[in-house]
């Protein structure tokens, strides 16, 4: 353990200690008996196309982990989607790696699980602004994965100080249900005119508008304290007091536009899923999106040998034989034998990521955005 707080360290996992224990019983099992083939391994979650694309990622990491050892590795370009087939192969002296599995697909499971979902949010309302409020569901430790998988997607912040200091991101955020608590019932305009007064210039006045009374109530006294400081209005209303949710955000709309305030944006958060950001995309400007992408199902990666010492091999239920995937200009996604000639048109998806040993590829989350979005446009992400 690294620290009070019960979580693994950094060290353990470079070490290889952070594995499952029967890897430590292979290792002392094979070098008792003098074996440590050479071998190439996989790591994949569907063995063929299942017409569902997920977004990979945790590479660097992988990368990371494996620097330094006696390996080669290829793997997907950060921001490419896969449906079905390798995303990394590994290949090397078996014992090289033998430990590291159980945190290679740590790094890839987990990721990849919020990355996928923080894409299907970004691409429900691809008009509107969407930020990243997942933090607070996760352990600290692991905030970053978080807050990497959102700016992955595209989205157009993150919520968490330490997370952002990791990436090289500046946190954002508006103001929390316990500052209007702390100011008292009836005080509203106290607590959004301290905020105002107090955060620097640069930062955004949102209002939070929902805390003692109605919606629009709470909102039209925002516009009248604030006046035209005023950039924002954000709407957390509990689930249980909502009711057509829809019809409050219209309603909110008309009366601020009522006013002369057009400029007013509508910003909400609380729960908020894909289905919810389509059907409100129109009435609202903007969202927060936390548990939807926190609550996502790590993928179901495996690594599995596939050849040993030059030889097609593999255990019953996945397929032998070093492969590849391809990307077709249709956006098609294609899995095939590697010594094989791939679709005329398909561009190989697997790239060198360590080559004797050390890192070949250089990472950039900016531009691996990029390539989220523009693939995810080429196969119709959903």
Not at 311 to 332: F, Q
């Amino acid at each position: 353990m690294s620290d009070q707080f019960g979580t693994v360290s950094a060290e353990a996992i470079s070490e290889g200690t952070a594995t499952d224990a029967y890897f430590d019983r292979t290792e002392r099992t094979l070098e008792h008996a003098g074996k440590n083939p050479h071998v190439v391994a996989e790591v994949t979650a569907d063995q063929f196309p299942t017409g569902q694309f997920e977004l990979c990622t945790g590479i660097e990491d992988v990368a990371r982990l494996l620097d330094g050892r006696d390996v080669d590795v290829d793997a997907l370009r950060e921001g490419r989607l896969f449906d079905g087939g390798p995303v990394m192969r590994i290949e090397g002296p078996y014992l090289e790696f033998a430990r590291f599995e159980t945190s290679i697909l740590g790094f890839l499971s987990q990721a990849s699980g919020y990355a996928t979902n923080a894409l299907r949010a970004r691409r429900a309302a691809p008009d509107s602004q969407v930020l990243s409020f997942g933090a607070r569901h996760v352990h600290p430790a692991i905030t970053p994965l978080v807050e990497r998988a959102g700016l992955l997607a595209g989205m157009d912040g993150i919520s968490h100080v330490a997370a952002g200091d990791v990436l090289g991101r500046e946190a954002g955020g508006t103001m929390p249900h316990a500052l209007m608590l702390c100011f008292g019932t009836g005080n509203q305009e106290a607590a959004w005119i301290a905020f105002d007064e107090a955060v620097d210039e640069e930062v955004p006045r949102v209002a939070l508008c929902d805390t003692f009374t109605d919606e629009v109530d709470e909102t039209l006294r925002a516009a009248a304290a604030l006046g035209e400081n005023l950039d924002s209005v954000r709407i957390d209303t509990t689930s249980s007091r909502r009711g057509d949710f829809r019809h409050i955000l219209k309603e909110l709309r008309w009366e601020l536009d009522a006013i002369g305030r057009e400029d007013v944006d509508l910003f909400v958060s609380g729960g908020i899923t894909p289905d919810a950001m389509r059907e409100l995309q129109d009435v609202a400007d903007g969202f927060g999106v936390g548990s939807y992408v926190t609550d996502a199902d790590p993928l179901d990666f495996a690594l599995d040998i596939v050849s040993i010492d030059g030889e097609a091999i593999s255990k019953r239920g996945k397929l032998s034989g070093v492969k590849e995937v391809y990307r077709t200009t249709d956006g098609g996604h294609h899995v095939g034998l590697a010594r094989r000639d791939g679709p005329e048109d398909g561009e190989p998806l697997l790239e060198p990521l360590i080559r004797d040993g050390e890192i070949v590829r250089e990472f950039d989350l900016d531009d691996a955005a990029e390539r989220v979005a523009v693939d995810a446009e080429l196969v119709g992400f959903q």
